[in-house]
T-cell receptor, first 113, second 115 residues
């Protein structure tokens, strides 16, 4: 049983560019949440997708957007990249909007130069 | 807004017990969690406790919750070198355990094991 998978594992982008990160949830899970973890910090909640809609959103600007597909996989898009967007982006999957047993992927390390 | 606080470092000898502490501010927290993160890896869910419980034990792990003081602790018995990692405390509110803003994490406690 594959867990939560994220791609790519590492990414380097230039300031001002756009990036798309991908996440496949654990088998049987239908809810995907995205988190940003800056170096030395705990993860911060970006947003959550369920039934292909954004259900909850943390304190992140509109440059951060997402999508969920019918197979429950999800994308995180970040426009107009800033140096401060450099971080580990974590995807978590769970069942039915609950995060009681949320499983995390290994993350995508984004570096903005 | 809600806040979760943890001390940044804890150093223990191999074989001793480790106790990692956490305080939180959101009195509506329904579930409280402990996650483990090894270098270069994602987060591994270790255990969680519902707010109407005061203790939960799972093999070497014991979670204690003092809801009055908003204090959560994780005790790891017989600490091994493989326990070396960053441990995150997190809280969530609401009936789904998701709260209004997903999970709120502390900054993490680095557990250092001395031989």
């Amino acid at each position: 049983d594959a867990g939560v998978t994220q791609s790519p594992t590492h990414l380097i982008k230039t300031r001002g560019q756009q990036v798309t990160l991908r996440c496949s949830p654990k088998s049987g899970h239908d809810t995907v949440s995205w988190y940003q973890q800056a170096l030395g910090q705990g993860p911060q909640f970006i947003f959550q997708y369920y039934e292909e809609e954004e259900r909850q959103r943390g304190n992140f600007p509109d440059r951060f957007s997402g999508h969920q597909f019918p197979n429950y996989s999800s994308e995180l898009n970040v426009n107009a990249l800033l140096l401060g967007d450099s971080a580990l982006y974590l995807c978590a999957s769970s069942v039915g909007l609950s995060v009681i047993e949320a499983f995390f992927g290994q993350g995508t390390r984004l570096t903005v130069v | 807004g809600e806040d979760v606080e943890q001390s940044l470092f804890l150093s223990v000898r191999e074989g001793d017990s480790s106790v990692i502490n956490c305080t939180y501010t959101d009195s509506s927290s329904t579930y409280l969690y402990w996650y483990k993160q090894e270098p270069g890896a994602g987060l591994q869910l270790l255990t969680y406790i519902f707010s109407n419980m005061d203790m939960k034990q799972d093999q070497r792990l014991t979670v204690l919750l003092n809801k009055k003081d908003k204090h959560l602790s994780l005790r790891i018995a017989d600490t091994q070198t493989g326990d070396s990692a960053i441990y995150f405390c997190a809280e969530a509110g609401g009936v789904s355990g998701g709260g209004a803003d997903g999970l709120t994490f502390g900054k993490g406690t680095h557990l250092i094991i001395q031989p």
